[in-house]
């Protein structure tokens, strides 16, 4: 329906549309817009510490758009990223902590592990819609609370003697770097980024460059056809929550063993699978835009943080551009149609 | 044609938000004026203190906003203001914002750095250990560094207390206990509100439950419909967010049946007004008391031995009845003088050291 500028415009456009309604409320609420936005702005990419964090806050953000977005392309809606990163961030490190090996081999491991995890994960659902035809929303949903008490239980009782948080992964199974650190202030930075940008690309070869892509693709668009054509569709469908899952696992493990080195005990869920969703649509499901949403969401949620302090603006603001930069994105069709108005009025 | 109509009612919609937006900005106006008066920029003095909450934020009816209470209270003392050469908050979205967060404060230059509940431990130790200039303070746990104080309360004292207060009241002797996560902290509270039904009422049965979460009202209503349909006519909750829904139970029972006797016992504040109802033209409250921990005592004496230069870094300081850190809430509409003066009797024997109570759920 929409062509190849529109899909790039849309975006854009709500992007904008965010900002300014954001800017709007502001106004009402007595800040100063262009105070408030050059605060978020030094507070994201500022200087060397705050880019840091940025960077690191986009990359779970990458991980958790491409396992929305990936599933997404063959017809399933993943709504489960929140419960995938989590097993695969205690899975990697429980691997991180039960092994002492050296560091090219422990530190692949312990992320694979937390990707087998995440897809194990998502493999239930998807042996169950295909199989049986139960709904994935609903039964990701319900695994999201299944991993979140397990996981806490694990860490309580099982990598821990029951304590709210396990130990910290040992330096061969971490991701952090006292180079990225220091080159950043002591920020969070971690080398997680550079496997964030890599899983873009995978994402792009598997799904563009692959006859198995293909067929997921196919799948995506119409079932009945795809079948037709001699694709087997319920293998593709669980494939498809498989390699999702793997994605939103690597997220997990990103944050297990970069951001934070050790698993704690969730009192809620952190949130970033649930933001997965919004980035891959904002992304419209391709690799470079869950990139570049992925960058936004992470530049607005640490400036946010900053915001306050600087310059008074509350960080709920922020929670009100990214709401309407979504409503917007989700009601494309209203900005696909003006933007048609205008073109048909130049003409 | 009909394109035409919606293309019109489009843009007079857009015209009409261009003109209410302009509407808004006329308030802000006047608005602005009042907000202007409050952040002024002069320092009261060269002392800076700053607070990073968990996911709670400051308006969690909680320890953080009684932490939040702590250091305005010591900012007005002292005269100092709100911003960043003075006091002020961080506030955190999620987990991973804690070290940001804290890592945000010591680059504004503040003197002392809160860091306020449990979770914050290990990204208060990690920064600790990279900023050695900056003192900081950990809430509710034990942080390593020299440049570090941590704050604990006995919180398994003021449970006693409630405990006492529970096992005298109890009509069916069975009494429940809502914990938020199951962790060292939460079985303080369990452990002291056990030792204190067992003190006076041997009989009486504890049912200690987990919520599996703080911020979890319709598991906690859940939870608590449960308890009380089991017979339990008290609950003491420890749940932060979790236990509004027990409070949510207890005055739903209470409305249904205004003479039925279900009670809750509240936590780290005065949760009276929580507990507030009226059914059939008459008051309630379903709020026996309440333990109350005063994080904002400790904010404010910490902030305050800080200041003085006298930073109690690498000490463990543990706020109890006797420091004036934990007690039982002012309201005691609900309790009888007897068990009042039981209560009390109770308290003097804490504070005497003949009763040790126990900190941990054997």
């Given at each position: 329906?929409?062509?190849?500028?529109?899909?790039?415009?849309?975006?854009?456009?709500?992007?904008?549309?965010?900002?300014?309604?954001?800017?709007?409320?502001?106004?009402?609420?007595?800040?100063?817009?262009?105070?408030?936005?050059?605060?978020?702005?030094?507070?994201?990419?500022?200087?060397?510490?705050?880019?840091?964090?940025?960077?690191?806050?986009?990359?779970?953000?990458?991980?958790?758009?491409?396992?929305?977005?990936?599933?997404?392309?063959?017809?399933?809606?993943?709504?489960?990223?929140?419960?995938?990163?989590?097993?695969?961030?205690?899975?990697?490190?429980?691997?991180?902590?039960?092994?002492?090996?050296?560091?090219?081999?422990?530190?692949?491991?312990?992320?694979?592990?937390?990707?087998?995890?995440?897809?194990?994960?998502?493999?239930?659902?998807?042996?169950?819609?295909?199989?049986?035809?139960?709904?994935?929303?609903?039964?990701?949903?319900?695994?999201?609370?299944?991993?979140?008490?397990?996981?806490?239980?694990?860490?309580?009782?099982?990598?821990?003697?029951?304590?709210?948080?396990?130990?910290r992964?040992?330096?061969?199974?971490?991701?952090?770097?006292?180079?990225?650190?220091?080159?950043?202030?002591?920020?969070?930075?971690?080398?997680?980024?550079?496997?964030?940008?890599?899983?873009?690309?995978?994402?792009?070869?598997?799904?563009?460059?692959?006859?198995?892509?293909?067929?997921?693709?196919?799948?995506?668009?119409?079932?009945?056809?795809?079948?037709?054509?001699?694709?087997?569709?319920?293998?593709?469908?669980?494939?498809?929550?498989?390699?999702?899952?793997?994605?939103?696992?690597?997220?997990?493990?990103?944050?297990?063993?970069?951001?934070?080195?050790?698993?704690?005990?969730?009192?809620?869920?952190?949130?970033?699978?649930?933001?997965?969703?919004?980035?891959?649509?904002?992304?419209?499901?391709?690799?470079?835009?869950?990139?570049?949403?992925?960058?936004?969401?992470?530049?607005?949620?640490?400036?946010?943080?900053?915001?306050?302090?600087?310059?008074?603006?509350?960080?709920?603001?922020?929670?009100?551009?990214?709401?309407?930069?979504?409503?917007?994105?989700?009601?494309?069709?209203?900005?696909?149609?003006?933007?048609?108005?205008?073109?048909?009025?130049?003409? | 044609?009909?394109?035409?109509?919606?293309?019109?009612?489009?843009?007079?919609?857009?015209?009409?938000?261009?003109?209410?937006?302009?509407?808004?900005?006329?308030?802000?106006?006047?608005?602005?004026?009042?907000?202007?008066?409050?952040?002024?920029?002069?320092?009261?003095?060269?002392?800076?203190?700053?607070?990073?909450?968990?996911?709670?934020?400051?308006?969690?009816?909680?320890?953080?906003?009684?932490?939040?209470?702590?250091?305005?209270?010591?900012?007005?003392?002292?005269?100092?203001?709100?911003?960043?050469?003075?006091?002020?908050?961080?506030?955190?979205?999620?987990?991973?914002?804690?070290?940001?967060?804290?890592?945000?404060?010591?680059?504004?230059?503040?003197?002392?750095?809160?860091?306020?509940?449990?979770?914050?431990q290990e990204?208060i130790e990690q920064v600790a250990a990279?900023?050695?200039?900056?003192?900081f303070?950990i809430?509710?746990s034990v942080g390593k560094g020299d440049n570090v104080a941590s704050?604990?309360?006995?919180?398994?004292?003021?449970?006693?207390?409630?405990?006492?207060?529970?096992?005298?009241?109890?009509?069916?002797?069975?009494?429940?206990?809502?914990?938020?996560?199951?962790?060292?902290?939460?079985?303080?509270?369990?452990?002291?509100?056990?030792?204190?039904?067992?003190?006076?009422?041997?009989?009486?049965?504890?049912?200690?439950?987990?919520?599996?979460?703080?911020?979890?009202?319709?598991?906690?209503?859940?939870?608590?419909?449960?308890?009380?349909?089991?017979?339990?006519?008290?609950?003491?909750?420890?749940?932060?967010?979790?236990?509004?829904?027990?409070?949510?139970?207890?005055?739903?029972?209470?409305?249904?049946?205004?003479?039925?006797?279900?009670?809750?016992?509240?936590?780290?504040?005065?949760?009276?007004?929580?507990?507030?109802?009226?059914?059939?033209?008459?008051?309630?409250?379903?709020?026996?008391?309440?333990?109350?921990?005063?994080?904002?005592?400790?904010?404010?004496?910490?902030?305050?031995?800080?200041?003085?230069?006298?930073?109690?870094g690498g000490e463990v300081?543990?706020?109890?009845?006797?420091?004036?850190?934990?007690?039982?809430?002012?309201?005691?509409?609900?309790?009888?003088?007897?068990?009042?003066?039981?209560?009390?009797?109770?308290?003097?024997?804490?504070?005497?050291?003949?009763?040790?109570?126990?900190?941990?759920?054997?």
């Amino acid at each position: 329906m929409f062509n190849r500028v529109q899909k790039i415009l849309i975006p854009v456009i709500s992007v904008i549309l965010g900002l300014i309604i954001g800017a709007i409320v502001m106004i009402i609420s007595g800040f100063n817009p262009l105070e408030g936005y050059s605060a978020l702005l030094k507070g994201a990419v500022g200087d060397s510490f705050y880019l840091g964090e940025t960077i690191r806050q986009i990359t779970p953000y990458i991980f958790a758009g491409l396992a929305v977005a990936f599933a997404f392309r063959t017809g399933l809606f993943n709504i489960g990223v929140e419960g995938q990163l989590l097993v695969g961030w205690i899975a990697s490190v429980w691997v991180g902590l039960a092994f002492d090996l050296p560091k090219v081999i422990h530190l692949p491991m312990s992320i694979l592990a937390g990707a087998a995890a995440g897809a194990l994960w998502a493999f239930v659902p998807g042996i169950l819609k295909a199989r049986f035809r139960v709904h994935e929303v609903i039964v990701t949903i319900m695994m999201n609370y299944i991993a979140l008490h397990l996981v806490n239980h694990l860490v309580r009782y099982v990598i821990s003697d029951q304590q709210n948080t396990t130990e910290r992964v040992p330096e061969t199974a971490s991701l952090k770097s006292p180079f990225l650190e220091t080159l950043t202030e002591f920020s969070t930075m971690h080398f997680g980024i550079f496997l964030a940008l890599a899983g873009a690309i995978i994402f792009w070869l598997i799904l563009e460059k692959t006859t198995a892509g293909f067929e997921l693709r196919s799948v995506g668009f119409n079932q009945h056809a795809s079948e037709y054509a001699g694709m087997n569709v319920n293998r593709n469908i669980v494939f498809s929550m498989v390699i999702s899952g793997a994605f939103a696992g690597l997220g997990g493990a990103m944050e297990g063993l970069g951001t934070f080195g050790y698993a704690f005990i969730h009192s809620a869920f952190s949130g970033v699978g649930f933001d997965g969703i919004a980035v891959a649509l904002l992304g419209g499901n391709v690799a470079i835009g869950v990139v570049l949403a992925a960058a936004l969401f992470g530049i607005l949620k640490q400036g946010a943080l900053i915001m306050p302090i600087e310059s008074g603006v509350p960080t709920e603001l922020v929670e009100i551009v990214i709401a309407i930069i979504i409503f917007f994105v989700a009601s494309s069709y209203i900005i696909a149609y003006v933007l048609q108005r205008f073109k048909k009025g130049a003409k | 044609m009909k394109k035409r109509k919606f293309g019109l009612a489009l843009s007079m919609f857009l015209a009409a938000g261009t003109i209410l937006g302009a509407c808004g900005s006329d308030d802000a106006d006047t608005s602005d004026s009042g907000e202007g008066g409050n952040s002024g920029e002069e320092s009261g003095g060269d002392f800076t203190v700053s607070m990073v909450t968990d996911v709670g934020g400051v308006d969690d009816k909680s320890f953080n906003q009684s932490a939040w209470e702590g250091l305005v209270a010591f900012g007005d003392e002292n005269g100092l203001k709100e911003g960043t050469d003075g006091y002020n908050y961080f506030q955190s979205a999620s987990d991973a914002d804690y070290v940001t967060n804290i890592n945000t404060a010591v680059r504004n230059d503040f003197d002392l750095v809160f860091g306020i509940g449990f979770l914050l431990q290990e990204a208060i130790e990690q920064v600790a250990a990279q900023q050695t200039d900056t003192n900081f303070a950990i809430v509710d746990s034990v942080g390593k560094g020299d440049n570090v104080a941590s704050i604990t309360f006995k919180e398994h004292e003021g449970s006693f207390l409630v405990g006492v207060a529970a096992g005298l009241q109890t009509k069916t002797d069975k009494i429940g206990f809502v914990g938020g996560v199951e962790s060292d902290l939460i079985n303080k509270f369990a452990a002291g509100f056990k030792a204190g039904v067992e003190a006076v009422n041997p009989d009486a049965v504890v049912d200690i439950k987990f919520a599996g979460s703080f911020g979890d009202a319709a598991r906690g209503q859940q939870m608590a419909a449960a308890m009380y349909g089991a017979g339990n006519d008290i609950i003491y909750h420890a749940a932060g967010g979790t236990g509004n829904g027990v409070f949510t139970e207890a005055k739903n029972l209470k409305k249904q049946d205004p003479e039925r006797e279900v009670y809750v016992i509240g936590v780290d504040r005065d949760q009276a007004e929580e507990g507030a109802l009226s059914a059939d033209g008459k008051d309630y409250n379903v709020t026996l008391t309440s333990m109350v921990k005063r994080v904002d005592v400790a904010v404010q004496d910490i902030s305050k031995r800080a200041m003085d230069g006298d930073f109690p870094g690498g000490e463990v300081i543990e706020y109890g009845i006797e420091e004036e850190g934990i007690s039982i809430a002012e309201t005691q509409d609900n309790l009888s003088q007897e068990i009042l003066d039981e209560v009390a009797d109770y308290e003097q024997k804490i504070l005497d050291g003949e009763i040790e109570v126990p900190s941990t759920l054997e």
